[in-house]
């Protein structure tokens, strides 16, 4: 049975707050106003570009304010499409990226001569495996994908093998130093296009912590080897 559109805006509102319009997420009526089995995640995608795109269409007759596009829910997918595409992949992604840190780390913790570097690699360990845990759960209750990290890539930790002392503090910091980078780049794409607030908060979590790191592992390097750390964190 077709859903009046009437209904269904009913139905919305009664998830809304302070005035912003909600994504309906544990109903829709039917016909009689009744409620009837929630959305699916795709279905609840549909309704609300539809809903946004037939509210702001009244919004422009009437001259009454609305917000552009609504807020992505905690258990359920980011509202439209492209964002949801993007929480998908930079999810995979930066899973598979912290588990090559948390790889390179456990290494350091066995090889590192410093302990002030040993310290940093434990708590590297500590910080992104909990992450990782928290973006699986996250990918399973929004989108209902289950992933673990991809091994592709974990060849050229082959080298830290064969590396000890001074060789492998250094081949580690600036390894890591990049892998860093890497990290803060895409946390960046995220700030920009990801819709959940917890996934917001952890990219900028991500950003900050692993800027702090670079510093850090950059000043060992100066002042342990007397060797430049690359891109000054200042810059970024």
């Not at 077709?2 to 909600?22: D, K, N, Q, T």
């Not at 001569?113 to 690699?121: F, G, I, K, P």
């Not at 002392?165 to 081949?171: D, I, L, R, S």
């Not at 850090?216 to 690359?230: A, V």
């Amino acid at each position: 049975m077709m859903v009046p559109f009437e209904s269904a805006v009913r139905c919305s509102l009664e998830g809304s707050r302070g005035g912003r319009v909600l994504v309906p997420t544990t109903c829709r009526a039917d016909d009689h106003g009744n409620r009837v089995t929630p959305l699916s995640g795709t279905q609840l995608r549909r309704v609300a570009s539809g809903l946004t795109a037939a509210l702001l269409a009244t919004g422009a007759l009437t001259g009454v304010a609305v917000a552009a596009a609504p807020p992505a829910q905690a258990s359920a997918p980011a509202a439209s499409d492209q964002a949801a595409r993007f929480e998908v992949d930079f999810l995979t992604g930066m899973i598979d990226h912290h588990h090559m840190a948390v790889m390179m780390a456990e290494m350091c913790v066995e090889k590192a001569v410093h302990d002030q570097l040993a310290a940093t690699c434990e708590s590297i360990v500590a910080t992104q495996s909990a992450e990782i845990a928290t973006m699986q759960q996250w990918l399973e209750d929004w989108y209902g994908i289950s992933h673990e990290p991809d091994m592709t890539g974990m060849q050229s930790m082959h080298r830290f093998h064969d590396l000890d002392g001074e060789e492998f503090e250094v081949a580690f910091l600036r390894s890591m130093i990049r892998h860093h980078w890497g990290a803060i780049r895409e946390a960046e794409k995220c700030l920009a296009n990801a819709e959940h607030d917890e996934l917001l908060t952890l990219c900028t979590d991500i950003r900050e912590a692993q800027l702090a790191e670079i510093a850090q592992m950059q000043d060992w390097l100066q002042e342990w080897y007397d060797l430049p750390g690359g891109r000054p964190v200042g810059t970024a």
